[in-house]
């Protein structure tokens, strides 16, 4: 079964501070994503990877960034984090190939509060 | 641009009853998939059923079944036989086959199942 595992379930960080939420996949996948969900909002794309070292802009990258040194692990990074952050994170790989081809494949979310 | 759009926030069924769920899109594009994602509560995301756009036949998985219906824009999910566990967010989903397969997501539906 593929895994996508991120690092903590739930943090509280205050504001100004620096979070990382980490994210590996064992399935070899190549794309790999970071969704920010909100009730009413649905999933939206803060950025996602194709490929090790690149990287795109989704829909909300504002106040992130990220970093994918290698293949099976993507991580989000929020360098000053403010209140309006506080959020469910979700990673999701995906492979471009196989039976599998396109399907998401979700880690359990990071329920992140910024005080 | 894509969108997809879910117009039922919130939706409940008696045990065994049928249920279905509403999701329309938009896009120029021909090719692409569509997804129904299934969310329990504080619980991993999981693929519920998935269509290609180039089939015809519409996509069922045990109890699970969708109406795709390409001209109208329009791809509903039909539970048969809810059940308890079926208690869950779903949320509606399109990839492109363009972009690294980015997804796009509707708002969600709450579904509840009343024993």
């Known amino acids: 079964d593929v895994k996508v595992t991120q690092s903590s379930r739930y943090l509280v960080k205050r504001t100004g501070e620096k979070v990382f939420l980490e994210c590996v996949q064992d399935?070899?996948?190549?794309?790999m994503f970071w969704y920010r969900q909100d009730p009413g909002l649905g999933l939206r794309l803060i950025y996602f990877?194709?490929?090790?070292?690149?990287?795109e802009k989704g829909d909300i990258p504002e106040g992130y960034s990220v970093s994918r040194e290698k293949k099976e692990r993507f991580s989000l990074i929020l360098e000053s984090a403010s209140t309006n952050q506080t959020s469910m994170y979700l990673c999701?790989?995906?492979?471009?190939?196989?039976?599998?081809?396109?399907?998401?494949?979700f880690g359990e979310g990071s329920r992140l509060t910024v005080l | 641009a894509q969108t997809v759009t879910q117009s039922q926030p919130e939706m409940s069924v008696q045990e065994a009853e049928t249920v279905t769920l509403s999701c329309t899109y938009d896009?120029?594009?021909?090719?692409?998939?569509l997804f129904w994602y299934k969310q329990p509560p504080s619980r991993q995301m999981i693929l519920v059923i998935r269509?290609?756009?180039?089939?015809?036949q519409n996509a069922t998985e045990n109890r699970f079944s969708v109406n795709f219906q390409k001209a109208a824009k329009s791809f509903s999910l039909k539970i048969s036989d809810s059940q308890l566990g079926d208690t869950a967010m779903y949320f509606c989903?399109?990839?492109?086959?363009?972009?690294?397969?980015?997804?796009?997501f509707g708002t969600g539906t709450s579904l509840t199942v009343i024993p």
């Open positions: 999701a790989s995906s492979s471009t190939s196989g039976r599998f081809h396109g399907e998401l494949f």
């Open positions: 989903a399109f990839m492109t086959t363009y972009s690294g397969n980015q997804f796009y």
């Open positions: 896009t120029s594009e021909n090719n692409y998939y």
């Open positions: 399935m070899d996948h190549e794309n």
């Open positions: 269509q290609e756009a180039y089939k015809q």
């Open positions: 990877s194709y490929d090790v070292k690149m990287k």
